[in-house]
C-alpha cells in the first residue's frame, strides 16, 4: 500500500477542526466531530466559551481566538509572505460578548477553510514539490492545532461543570 504524504498530512489538519476525514485514518481525534474543534466550540453556549476555567486562565474563546490568529497567519505564511506577529495579543478577544463569540465562530472557520483551500492546491503534488518550509510549518500547524484542541477539551469539563 502506497501512501502519500501531503494528502496524509492535509486530512490531519483537517482532522483537528472536523474529525475523522477518510476512514480509518484517525490520528488526533476519536473520529467524531464533537471531538474536534469545530465541534467543541459549537457545543458550548456562548457563558461557556468566553468563561475562565481558573482565574486568570485562558478561555475556550481565547483558545479560538489563538487558533484564528494562528491560521491567519499560516495563510500568509503560506502563500510565501513573512509578517510580524504579536504571539502575546493572539489569545485577546475583540468583543466578549455572545454576538462576539458567534463572529469569532464565523472567523474562525472562514480562516482554517483559507488555509484548507492554499493546502489543497498541494494535494496532488508529489512531496519534493513542495517547500520544505511549507512542509515545516504544516507538520508545526498540525501539532499546533491538537494541543489547543486538547486544552479546549479540558476546559470543557471544567465549565461545564459549573453549569450543570
Given at each position: 500500500?502506497?501512501?502519500?504524504?501531503?494528502?496524509?498530512?492535509?486530512?490531519?489538519?483537517?482532522?483537528?477542526?472536523?474529525?475523522?476525514?477518510?476512514?480509518?485514518?484517525c490520528?488526533i481525534t476519536?473520529?467524531?466531530?464533537?471531538?474536534?474543534?469545530?465541534?467543541v466550540?459549537e457545543?458550548?453556549?456562548?457563558?461557556?466559551?468566553l468563561a475562565?476555567p481558573?482565574?486568570g486562565?485562558?478561555?475556550?474563546?481565547?483558545?479560538?481566538?489563538?487558533?484564528?490568529?494562528?491560521?491567519?497567519?499560516?495563510?500568509?505564511r503560506?502563500?510565501?509572505?513573512?509578517?510580524?506577529?504579536?504571539?502575546?495579543?493572539?489569545?485577546d478577544?475583540?468583543?466578549?460578548?455572545?454576538?462576539?463569540?458567534?463572529?469569532?465562530?464565523r472567523?474562525?472557520?472562514?480562516?482554517?477553510?483559507g488555509v484548507?483551500a492554499?493546502?489543497?492546491?498541494?494535494?496532488?503534488?508529489?512531496?519534493?514539490?513542495?517547500?520544505?518550509?511549507n512542509l515545516?510549518?504544516?507538520?508545526?500547524?498540525?501539532?499546533?492545532?491538537?494541543?489547543?484542541l486538547?486544552?479546549?477539551?479540558?476546559?470543557?469539563?471544567?465549565?461545564?461543570?459549573?453549569?450543570?
Amino acid at each position: 500500500m502506497h501512501i502519500e504524504t501531503m494528502p496524509v498530512l492535509i486530512d490531519q489538519f483537517r482532522e483537528t477542526f472536523e474529525g475523522e476525514v477518510t476512514p480509518g485514518m484517525c490520528w488526533i481525534t476519536d473520529g467524531t466531530l464533537q471531538s474536534a474543534v469545530f465541534g467543541v466550540i459549537e457545543a458550548l453556549t456562548p457563558e461557556q466559551a468566553l468563561a475562565a476555567p481558573l482565574p486568570g486562565a485562558r478561555s475556550i474563546a481565547g483558545h479560538t481566538a489563538h487558533l484564528h490568529f494562528a491560521l491567519a497567519l499560516t495563510a500568509r505564511r503560506l502563500r510565501g509572505e513573512d509578517p510580524p506577529a504579536d504571539w502575546s495579543k493572539s489569545f485577546d478577544l475583540a468583543d466578549a460578548s455572545p454576538r462576539g463569540w458567534e463572529a469569532l465562530k464565523r472567523d474562525l472557520r472562514s480562516a482554517y477553510d483559507g488555509v484548507l483551500a492554499i493546502l489543497q492546491e498541494s494535494r496532488g503534488k508529489q512531496i519534493r514539490e513542495i517547500p520544505p518550509i511549507n512542509l515545516v510549518g504544516l507538520a508545526a500547524t498540525i501539532a499546533h492545532n491538537a494541543y489547543h484542541l486538547g486544552a479546549m477539551r479540558q476546559i470543557v469539563q471544567v465549565v461545564r461543570g459549573r453549569s450543570t
